[in-house]
């Protein structure tokens, strides 16, 4: 049995894999590979396109899902092991997970950090516990990282240049500006799946507070040599975007200031010029433009980049929806 929890449990050629069949699906989308079979998706946080690609992609394919959100629709669930359930949780994830195992064929979890202890959220402790005690396998809708935003943005990569191979490119990954500190999951995964395809990437960041936790930084190093590309973190705003062929936008909080973000505001608001406008974008290759969605206008980037012609957001955000599906499929072994 397989989880998806970190595209680095994956390897690449499998990863190409699921992209290709993504495609095929793209083109035709209504068929049976879920017949009969079903889904739990378990929402702790809110949800647009996870929640909508999903359900019409398990319904597409002819299965089922169930939507669950704890602490509202669902009991509020406890995770750690000897826990003794005296708060406001009424089930425990050992029973829930196996439950909706004996129901479902797959479980797909939605669960943000807390923001209060990295040294904790970095532990994925309520994904990881799904995926310890399921008997079928378990999806990462985002936690700490968005392994099914990474397929999403290489497919709508791929589409744009018109190849499978973007080794070479050069791909800047930018922080912007945002008035709270958010999850550092997209960046993660950003810099894992372009390192993974071999691309020449930069983590733009207003300095080295903003590096990504060391796990993800290492992984991304590591990425990059065995794929033959790199992988370096910049504060030089002009040479970062200069040439570059892709602009992938997300804002993210500074670790060394995690649970304590009112100290980190004043540098926040200090770099609201890291907002990717048409000055910045005019100096890369005719690069393109991406961001996961919400996006803030005029705050992350300006109309003129997100509407522009040069903008895969509509692109990126529907490829959700091919990419789940070939996912799914390949979970309970209907890969078409």
Known sequence: MKHFITTQDW?????????????????DPVQPLLKGK??????????????????????????????LEPGAGAWEMAFGPGEVMDGSAEEHVSEAARVLSRYCDLIGVRCFPKFKDWSVDREDRVIRAFAQH??????????????????AHVLALRERFGTDDLRGKKYVLTWTYHPRPLNTAVANSAALIATRAGMDVTLLCPDERY???????????????????SFTMSHD??????????????SWGALPFFGNWEEEKPIRDANRHFIVDERKMSMTNNGVFSHCLPARRNIKATD?????PNSLIIEEAENRLHV????MAALVGANG
């Open 11 to 27: 390897s690449y050629d499998d990863l190409s894999a699921l992209l290709t069949h993504a495609s095929s699906l793209k083109r």
């Open 38 to 67: 079903s889904v739990a998706l378990v929402f702790f946080n809110p949800s647009l396109r996870t929640r909508t690609s999903f359900e019409i992609g398990a319904w597409q394919m002819g299965g089922h899902a169930v939507v």
């Open 134 to 151: 399921a008997t079928v396998p378990v999806i990462n809708m985002e936690t700490i990282t968005h392994p099914c935003q990474e397929l």
């Open 211 to 229: 590096a990504l936790d060391e796990r993800y930084m290492d992984h991304a190093a590591k990425n990059a040599e065995a794929a033959g590309g």
């Open 237 to 250: 705003i002009d040479a970062a975007y200069g040439g570059a062929d892709v602009v992938y936008a997300k």
């Open 304 to 308: 003129a980049v997100m509407d522009g």
């Open 324 to 327: 789940q599906k070939a996912l």
